[in-house]
C-alpha cells in the first residue's frame, strides 16, 4: 500500500484527520467516500479537489466511493451558506447522477475487475424508503441537540442576524449525511469519509453513529478550501462558475483559466489537481522561477488538467485557439472553431450585425468597416487604413476591391475583422 496520508501531506491537500488514520489505511486495503452535490448537471472546479482526494486514494490502493448526495440533495447543506437551498425532483437528480458519474470517470476507475475498482451511490436510495418515525427511533436518539448544536455550521446559522434562522429541515442535515457513513460502513465496508474542511462537523457526527450503532470505529480527513493568492474565490471565473462539462465552460476558457493563474497560485495548484510526481513539480517549480515570464508551470498546469477533463484533441484545440489571439494563425485556424469556442476567444470584441442580403450580394470593404458596421469612424478612415494595408480579414490581409462573400463567414455567420494586431471587430450576420 502506498502511504495516502503522506501523499495528502506533500501536495497541501490535507487539513484534519482523525487519530490513527494513517495506520488505519496502511494495514490493508480500505474504503472511503467523498459525497457529491447532485443540484447541477455538472461539477465544477470548486468540486475538484475531493475528486482528486479519491483519485489519489484510487491510486494509493484503496477502494474509493463516491457518493451522489440524491437524498441530501433534496434538503440542503448549511455548512458555509448563508440560506436554504432549492430542493429537486427525482428525476433531475437521477440525470445530474448520470453527468456527474460520466465526468467522475475521467479521474476514477469504475470498469475495473481489480478489489479496489471505484463505486458511485446515491443516498436517495436507501433514504426513500426511511419514514420518518423509524429515522427518528432508530438514529435520532442516538444523537444529542446538545452535541448538534456544538456543531459550527450549526451555530453560525442559529447566531447569525440573518432573519430567517434555520429550518429543521436543514438542521437534521448532519443526521442524515452521518446515517450515509454508517450505512456504507455496514453495506460496503467504508470505515473513511472524507470532505472540505467545512465538513469536519458532518463527518464526525457519521463516526459518532457508527461508534454508538455499528459499535465500530469511522474515520475522518478533511482538505483545505482552496482560495487565491489574491483573496478571491478559487473556481470562479467573470462569467461565474468554471464548469468540467464543455457545453457549460469550453474547454478552451477551461484551460485559459489555469493558464491565467498566478505563479504563486500555480505553484499550489500544481501539486493538487495532477498526478505529476514531487521530483517533477519541484524541476518544473525551479524552471519557473529562472524565466517566470515563459508560464511554465501555468503552461503545463493547464495541459495536465484539461486533458484529464476534456482529453488530448480537446486541448490541443484549445492551445490553437489560443495562438489565434496571441500567434500567427490563418483563416483556416479561425474556421476550425466551433462556434463556442470562436465566441469565447473573441469574448468582449464589439460587433455589429449586417443582413444575409449583405453577404450573399456582396459585402464591399468600405461598407464593411464604416457604413455598415461603423468600426471606423468614416468611409476616409476606411479607405485610408486600407491603402496602409493594415486591414485583416478573417487574419487575411486585404485591399479596397476586397468582397467579404458567403466563403468568408465563420461558423456561418461571423466575420473577423482586424484593424493592425489589436483592433478586432466581429461582423455578424443576423
Given at each position: 500500500m502506498k502511504n495516502f496520508i503522506e501523499e495528502l501531506q506533500w501536495r497541501g491537500m490535507l487539513h484534519d484527520s482523525m487519530p490513527g488514520t494513517e495506520e488505519h489505511l496502511l494495514e490493508e486495503m480500505r474504503s472511503a467516500y467523498v459525497g457529491f452535490d447532485p443540484t447541477a448537471d455538472s461539477l465544477h472546479i470548486g468540486n475538484l479537489v475531493p475528486i482528486m482526494l479519491l483519485a489519489h486514494y484510487q491510486r494509493c490502493g484503496h477502494r474509493p466511493i463516491a457518493l451522489v448526495g440524491g437524498a441530501t440533495g433534496m434538503i440542503g447543506d448549511p455548512s458555509g451558506k448563508s440560506s436554504e437551498r432549492n430542493l429537486l425532483d427525482e428525476k433531475t437528480l437521477r440525470h445530474n447522477q448520470e453527468c456527474v458519474k460520466k465526468q467522475l470517470g475521467h479521474f476514477?476507475?469504475?470498469e475495473s475487475k481489480a478489489p479496489n475498482a471505484a463505486l458511485l451511490v446515491n443516498n436517495y436510495d436507501w433514504m426513500k424508503e426511511f419514514s420518518f418515525l423509524e429515522f427518528i427511533r432508530d438514529v435520532g436518539k442516538h444523537i444529542t441537540v446538545n452535541y448538534m448544536m456544538a456543531k459550527d455550521s450549526v451555530k453560525n446559522r442559529i447566531g447569525s442576524e440573518s432573519k430567517e434562522g434555520m429550518s429543521f429541515t436543514e438542521f437534521t442535515y448532519q443526521m442524515v449525511q452521518g446515517y450515509d457513513f454508517l450505512h456504507l460502513y455496514r453495506e460496503s465496508s467504508a470505515t473513511l469519509q472524507m470532505g472540505g474542511s467545512d465538513q469536519w462537523g458532518n463527518i464526525t457526527t457519521g463516526t459518532e453513529l457508527i461508534r454508538r450503532i455499528g459499535g465500530g470505529k469511522g474515520y475522518a480527513i478533511t482538505c483545505p478550501l482552496i482560495?487565491?493568492?489574491?483573496?478571491s474565490k478559487f473556481g470562479k471565473s467573470e462569467g461565474g462558475n468554471v464548469w468540467l462539462d464543455a457545453k457549460r465552460t469550453s474547454p478552451y476558457k477551461f484551460y485559459q483559466y489555469w493558464l491565467n493563474t498566478s505563479d504563486e497560485d500555480a505553484e499550489k495548484y500544481i501539486k493538487i489537481f495532477t498526478f505529476l510526481d514531487k521530483e517533477t513539480i519541484d524541476a518544473l517549480v525551479e524552471e519557473h522561477k529562472e524565466a517566470p515570464h515563459v508560464r511554465v508551470l501555468q503552461k503545463r498546469l493547464g495541459e495536465e488538467v484539461t486533458v484529464l477533463v476534456h482529453g488530448r484533441e480537446e486541448y490541443e484545440k484549445a492551445i490553437a485557439a489560443s495562438n489565434i489571439l496571441f500567434g500567427k494563425s490563418t483563416s483556416e485556424d479561425l474556421k476550425s472553431l466551433d462556434e463556442q469556442t470562436f465566441l469565447d476567444v473573441f469574448d468582449g470584441v464589439p460587433q455589429a450585425e449586417v443582413t444575409q442580403q449583405d453577404i450573399t450580394e456582396g459585402l464591399d470593404m468600405i461598407g464593411a468597416l464604416a457604413a455598415k458596421t461603423n468600426f471606423l469612424k468614416s468611409n476616409g478612415d476606411a479607405r485610408r487604413a486600407l491603402k496602409e494595408n493594415s486591414i485583416s480579414v478573417n487574419k487575411q490581409k486585404v485591399k479596397e476591391?476586397?468582397?467579404?462573400?458567403?466563403?468568408?463567414?465563420?461558423?456561418?455567420?461571423?466575420?473577423?475583422?482586424?484593424?493592425?494586431k489589436k483592433n478586432y471587430f466581429l461582423i455578424k450576420v443576423a
Open positions: 476514477l476507475d469504475f482560495t487565491k493568492s489574491d483573496g476591391d476586397y468582397t467579404i462573400s458567403q466563403d468568408d463567414l465563420i461558423a456561418n455567420k461571423y466575420v473577423l475583422l482586424q484593424r493592425g
